[in-house]
């Protein structure tokens, strides 16, 4: 699996994914392909994350199969307007997925969350194949695959959401703060080359005009 933009992952998601503050969306293969979220998103967010779920979907073959892991989201996070728009975002999809028959598996975490998917099936009248569990082994073995399969498409990106902690994170704080400022002011901030700024944007699928469109999305 490779890191791309999201510009990229719209031309060719086939083993690829996009990573984003407070979320991932991943492309297998075309029999497969899911998202992760790492905290609560906000409705931007949520815009952003459906929109390329909808290129996972228009590549996905026969069969599909979908995993979202929300382990790392606390219902503390999730507020009523994520679920009401969760709700309007997935609806207008949902007589396709029960046509094609997609197997939609949703890695939960213990405690109140698990309760809110379910919630969220109920609402959103969800009648494609469905399951939601703590156990990403039988989470596999329902969807037919194996869960060290899974794992590995789920580790590289999870650990590379952790590194965006370190200089990305950095960058992004910077940009939040002064949405307009330079390549060579953030690099000077950082005390590193604008190269290595470039460079580690590269290494997680990300670009510097990318990154400054996130920071003033957040502010609208």
Known sequence: MRAATPE??????????VLERRFAVWLRDRSIGGVLVFDGVSPGE????FALQEVVFDHLGPSPKSLWDVTSVSSRTVTAETIRRTVELAKPRLDWLAAVGLRH????PEG???????????????????????????LASWLGETEAAL???????????????????????????EPAATLDAIALALGCSRRSVQRRLAEHGSTFRHEQRLARRGRD
């Open 112 to 138: 109140p969350l698990g309760a809110l998917v379910v919630g969220f099936r109920v609402i959103a009248g969800v009648s494609h194949p469905w399951l939601e569990s703590r156990e990403l082994a039988t």
């Open 46 to 49: 949520l815009e952003r994350l």
């Open 8 to 17: 990229e992952f719209r031309a060719d998601p086939l083993g690829r994914y």
């Open 151 to 177: 794992a590995d498409v789920i580790t590289p990106i999870k650990r590379a959401h952790g590194e965006l902690h370190g200089t990305i994170a950095a960058i992004r704080e910077h940009l939040a703060r």
């Open 105 to 108: 598996a949703i890695w939960v």
